[in-house]
Structure formats: structure tokens, C-alpha cells
């Protein structure tokens, strides 16, 4: 049957209401306040002007952007590299076991994540459990600082993200025929050649998806880094949240949310290109 | 074929069972030497999962297979000098046309050189030169075939396992294809196994055909005798189209209710016992005056008739038997009786026609 253009209206309408209300207009306010000048008592001063954006690229600030690239660039690989083995396991498990198994992997989903979060504060300090247990098994010197420096906040980050790369992954393994894993054996190929030139380059598209996953959300997360860097982490999320609320310099803060929705934007796109190439290219 | 070629592939009493369903039930073939060899039967009847077990994806619960002598149970899919064309293709679709076709030998580490020509040659073969860069997305349904064709051609199997190679594609396209693949298999001199549910098909196509029902073995023949002369009534009902009586046999015939209907009774079948006798629409013919003696001839009364075109069938009530009895007269005969519904006639057909098997 098919749908007239009020049916169709009627139908993308609270959707695109939502979005619009919610996303673009709100964005829109930022983007024009990032055009403007913080007011001598807070508050801002309507003159337009591109000084915000300049501040933005000063090495000061530029070497936060790159700093919170690395750190969510990290989190993104380990994440994956995490991920794609159990995503694989998964997949090849027997069909009843793979709710289960998907379930469990979305588990922590059901606890907060400020509790989650708080709870490696508790494993990872000083009078902390891993410490602790190091004592137990005889360890003697003076206990191991592990919380509060990058190599924490990467932990949280992929502890947290791990399971959507899992689901991205496991979804774009399922999507392939079944039938290229025997298809590939009968060709002559072993099962780690099948591996690295059937299954792997097919993936391509679940990898960029989770990859680009992790680094938008780290990139631009303030509470990870804020806890388990102890405020000595300072990624571009907590600049912004103190732009915003600290310093309360409103348009600065507006500029350094749109150079950071630009860097995600690219990404999104790059993830799009390599999606669609992995799918055969469409017809061109 | 008239000489006996040599056994390649021997299937000595396979049978495998899937937790409590049983596939394939004591099967024995022979595949001979450049043969193309058809596996028939409706779905379910296990002709995938024995052609699944000559590729090496299923171990047989009972029985060997033996590859020109040898037993090959233990040698994995892929050290198999056997390749499948997938019912799906399964083609690698971020590969182009020529990365698939290359992909077997590659695996074979091969030198780049001999790969390259070997690759041009098989392109030639199936007409794929010119769609040798695009990725099978941009592939018509023909030639996606044919990329998978030569993609397991390329590697000079012993023996060519094809599931159901023509299912995808659209009728004309499929009847040019039964040709087509005729002709590629003349031509490279590979064995080939074929499995289908297509029974017009495995006619067209086969040197010989083995038809299964229920993971058994029904009947192996060339699609003559396969066709003129059905085992049972399974394969007789299966393959083309066939009217039955069912009675008891006696000397030189079948007793159907007071008619004798007359015909060769097998060896096997005693007198007296339960059986059927049956015939093809196309022996039937309408009886116009005289008939030979050794003819059967039966009264009746038209209640359809259907028109083909090339021909026309019609159906014929008869006092022996329940179901309509189907006629296939010619263009030629039709136009000659000018059938009209409920008009009575005669059929009769030669004794030599009748076919006795056991019901």
C-alpha cells in the first residue's frame, strides 16, 4: 500500500518535531553565541565578532583538543580491540547462546554511570581493592597510584563504551551471508585467511562505526575525566563545562562546542564514505 | 554414452542424521568420469546435505565416500580438490569480478604470472572480460552466476559440486543457462554434480540422474530411463506428469475393477498382487476406427480441456478410475476432433507403453 504525503507527514512529524525543537534550535542559539563577547559582569555583550574562534586555535586551547583526541583515539582502539574478538565469539556461538551472550555484554547499561564510574574509584585508589589484593598476594612497597591520570580515564572510557562497539560489530557480522565463511574454505583458504580477507574487510563498516562511536562520546565527555583524572585530566568536555559554568564565558564556550560538533561532523562523514565503499559501492 | 567411463566419486552407504531428523539414509552412487550428474528431489529429500558432504561441511554418520579410490572423510573443505558453487553465490562483495575469480588460486599460492593468465582464460570462458573490475553489487543475476561459476572452475576440481546453480534466476534466463552450462562443462572437461528440485532440469541437463525422496534413493538412470521407466510411482509421479490405475496383477496385465488393461508385468511383482498400472498423457492417443490387438482402449467423457498452445491436455473421466485420466493430443489433432466438454471418446494406447509398478 502505499503511503500519501499526509500519512507520511502525520507520521515523521513528532519525530522531526522533537529533533528540531530539541537539537537544531538549540544548536542554532549556541552557534550565534559563539559570534559574540562575554559581558564584563558575565552575561554577554552583542557584538559580532570572530575573536572566540581565534582564542579557540591558541596553542593554549588547541592542545586540549589534541590531548582529548589521543586519549579518545586510545580508548576507541583498545575498545575495539576488545571488542571485535568477543563481538566475533559471539556471532559464531550457537544461535540460543547469542541473546544471552548480548545481553550479558549490555548488562552494566543497567547501573548508572556515575555509579559505574564511581565504583573503579573504588578499585582503582590507593587503599583501593586492586591494592589491597596486590598486598594480599605480598606485595610490599608503597601502594600503586593508578587513579587519577590519562591511563584511568582511557580505562573508564573503554569500560563504558565496550559494549556498543560490541553491538555494532556483532551486527555487522551478522549481516553476512553465511555462507562466504564456507565459501571462502572451499576456495582453499584457511580459517585465518578467511579471517583476514573475507570477513574482516566486510566488517569495515561495523569497525568505523563503533571506532567513531568511542571517539565522539569521549571526546566530548567531562565526567569520566573529571573523576578518574581527578580534575589534573583536562579533556575539551570539561573546558567547555567550565566555560559554561565556571567562568561563566557563555560565547567562548559556545565556539569551542562548534569546533568540537565540527571534528565529530567530519568523522560522522568519513565513517559514511567508508560504509558505503565497504557495502560494494552502491552502483558507481 | 555407450562406454562405461571410470568411477570418480564413489558414495559407499552414506547416511547422516541431524539430532533426530535423518537426512540421508543409506545412500551408494557412482559418479563416472566428465559426467554431469543430477541430484533430484523435492526439499527435504537430503540432496543438499549429501551434496554438502562431498564438499567436506558435513561428516557422514555411516558409511565413505571415496575420491578416485581414496576415502576423503578425513580431509578438511579446503585441501578437497572438490569445489561448490553456492545456492547463494556467496561472492566476496567487496572484491571486484577478477578478485573473486583470482581468490582460489591465490590460495594455492600460486605465482602471480600463471594466476593472471589463468584468471583472463576463465573471464574469456564465461564472458566476463568485460565486467572483470566491477563488484558483484553491480552484477546482473546471469552474471553474478557466472562469476561464482568461474570462481570455483578456476580451480580444475576434480569434481564440480553446483547447488541448485540456476534457482536465482528468472525462467527465460534459466533455460538458456541449462545450455549454457551443458556447454562449459563440455568444454572444460570437469565432472560435475548437480543438485536440484527442477526435474525439467535434470532432464535437460544430465547424463545421469539420481532421484532421492526422503534421504532414500529412489532410482539412478540416464533422464530416459529414468523417465520411461519409473522404479515406483514416487518417481513416476515426480518426473513429468503420469496417469495411474490401480488394481491387481495377472497374466500379461493389470485387473483394474472387470478391465484388463494389458502391459509387461516385471519379474519381481507375482500375480495377484496390488498394483498400479500407469501411462504418459503424451502415449495416449483418441481412437479413430480400428486398433491393433496388443492396445489398450478405454471409454470416457471429456471434462476440461486445458490449452497450451503447443499443445492440448485433456481431462478424461473413465469408469475405472476416479481421478481424470490426462490426454495430451497435438495442435494438429485438436484442431482435427474439434474437443468440445462432455463429448465422449475413446483412448487407447500400446501395450508397450504401459508401465507396472508396485502401489
Known sequence: ?284 | MTREAATVLEIRNVSKSFEAVQAVRDVSLSIRENEFFALLGPSGCGKTTLLRMLAGFEKPSRGEILLDGKDISPIPPNRRPLNLMFQSYALFSHMTVRGNISYGLEMENLPKGEIQARVNDILETTRLTEAANRRPAQLSGGQRQRVALARALIKRPRVLLLDEPLAALDKKLRESMQLELKRLQNEVGVTFVVVTHDQEEALVMADRMAVLKDGVLMQVGSPHQVYEHPNNKFVAQFIGVMNFFDGETVDGGVKVKDEVLLGAVPPELGRGQAAAIAVRPERLEIANGAMPADHNRLSGQVVEIAYHGLDVTLSVRTPISEQAILVRVSANASDRFKFAAGQNLDIVWSATHSRIMAS
Open chain 1, 1 to 284: 500500500m502505499q503511503t500519501s504525503r499526509l500519512q507520511t507527514a502525520v507520521l515523521i512529524g513528532p519525530g522531526l518535531g522533537w529533533l528540531a525543537l530539541l537539537m537544531v534550535v538549540p544548536c542554532g542559539l549556541v552557534f550565534v553565541l559563539s559570534f559574540f563577547e562575554r559581558g564584563v559582569y558575565g552575561g554577554i555583550d552583542y557584538v559580532f565578532n570572530f575573536g572566540n574562534f581565534a582564542r579557540a586555535i591558541d596553542p593554549l586551547y588547541l592542545n586540549i583538543f589534541f590531548k582529548s583526541a589521543r586519549i579518545a583515539g586510545l580508548a576507541a582502539l583498545i575498545a575495539l580491540l576488545i571488542a571485535y574478538p568477543a563481538a566475533y565469539a559471539i556471532s559464531r556461538a550457537p544461535r540460543r547462546h547469542q541473546t544471552p551472550l548480548l545481553f550479558l555484554a549490555i548488562l552494566p547499561f543497567w547501573s548508572n554511570y556515575l555509579i559505574r564510574t564511581y565504583a573503579w574509584i573504588v578499585l582503582l585508589n590507593r587503599e583501593g581493592f586492586l591494592n589491597q589484593g596486590f598486598e594480599l598476594l605480598g606485595y610490599q612497597g608503597e601502594p600503586i597510584n593508578m587513579l587519577y591520570n590519562d591511563g584511568a580515564v582511557v580505562l573508564g572510557l573503554v569500560y563504558n563504551y565496550v559494549p556498543f562497539v560490541i553491538l555494532a560489530i556483532y551486527s555487522s557480522i551478522t549481516r553476512l551471508d553465511p555462507e562466504i565463511w564456507e565459501a571462502s574454505q572451499d576456495l582453499g583458504a584457511t580459517r585465518f585467511r578467511t579471517f583476514y580477507r573475507v570477513i574482516l574487510p566486510q566488517t569495515v563498516p561495523g569497525i568505523a562505526a563503533g571506532l567513531v562511536f568511542v571517539f565522539v562520546l569521549s571526546i566530548g565527555n567531562f565526567i569520566t575525566p573529571d573523576l578518574l583524572g581527578g580534575g589534573r585530566v583536562q579533556m575539551v568536555g570539561n573546558l567547555i563545562y567550565d566555560q559554561f559554568l565556571t567562568a561563566r564565558d557563555w560565547p567562548f564556550g559556545a565556539a569551542l562546542s562548534f569546533v568540537l560538533i565540527g571534528i565529530m561532523m567530519v568523522l560522522l562523514f568519513l565513517q559514511a564514505v567508508l560504509a558505503n565503499r565497504a557495502q560494494g559501492g552502491g552502483r558507481g
